[in-house]
């Protein structure tokens, strides 16, 4: 009997999510509802923040925060070179320009030293990759943005629920930014959602995300009058109320998901820990991770392969591994644009090479991952 294919990450739905969607799909409300606002408390205050703003997508998310900084042509934002392309995407959606700093090669989290020497005085924010889960050292970032009146983003869509000297994230940066895709800790199928302690903001970003229209239909409703004004260019960025409805059903399994994902990082941590030629990305002692990716390095220069031929071997026998990410700036768009050239951030570009996603997601068996780490060894055979 063959193998199922084993995915890198897969989304959790049962029969509560089921029922959830259905009794929104029976209420007065499809799109913009209560469930809105409701998921919008409940997420926000399972992250401690006072503020949630709820948009169709992380990528929106993190466009609703440059337009809540003001971010616009002149204007640079400092972000990670290994990230996904939204985390400087939207920089540019606002006119602004992204600045790349290097990564720390042991944890691929932005490196402070490296984004200090790429502070001018054009810098207005820096946006904080808590990638794979695990925090950026949000202390050395906001030291050097504090005395500059540099903003800090958090692009958070890997780590809901992790947690930084004990706070958790969603409460560190002045925005945080989420992401609610079927790969990720919780879903809406697609969503995210915005984090923030400043009402000012929230409100701009709530505006923002309903075409820049001061009022919606409910509230309309509500005082019976029929008038709206546009009074910015915004985007139809809404999260409908039947995704929030089984986003709040999602949302009660979130802490129990966590575990089970540190769990399986740790079982993988284990059974790695005699390969030497893998190199599971290192854990900083003062932080918790939230595991959306276990990322391992291979140490190229032990094995007769490179990272192209044990990703196809893993894929040949059935196992999801994917790359998590190229630099951004070696798109196509970024080099012709701005004109970013290899050699930018080298140790991004270094560790690129070597880093492989392997699977992991709650419901994954441990016969599931013996394979998946059986296989990996078998590189140290292949040529």
Known sequence: MARAFIPYGKQIIDNEDIASVNEALRSAWLTTGPRVAEFERAFAAFCGASEGVAVNSGTAALHAAMRALKIGAGDEVIVPAITFAASSNAVVYEGGTPIFADVETDTLLIDPAAVE????PRTKAI?????????ADYDALRALAARRGIKIVSDACH????????RKVGTIADL?????????HLTTCEGGMVLTDDAGMASHMRRFRNHGIDSDHRSREKTGTYTYDMVELGYNYRLPDIQCALGLSQLKHLPEWLVKRQAIAARYDEMFSGTRFVRPLARRPDRTNAYHLYVIRLDLSLLKVDRRRAFDHLKASGIGANVHYAPVYHHSFYRERFGYQPGLCPRAEAVYREILTLPLFPTITDADMDHVVSTVSELRNLS
């Open 159 to 166: 780590a809901p629920g992790a947690t930084y000297k004990g």
């Open 176 to 184: 945080s930014a989420f992401s609610f895709h079927p790969v990720k």
């Open 117 to 120: 020497a790429k502070i001018t």
């Open 127 to 135: 946006v904080a990759v808590d990638y794979g889960g695990q925090p």
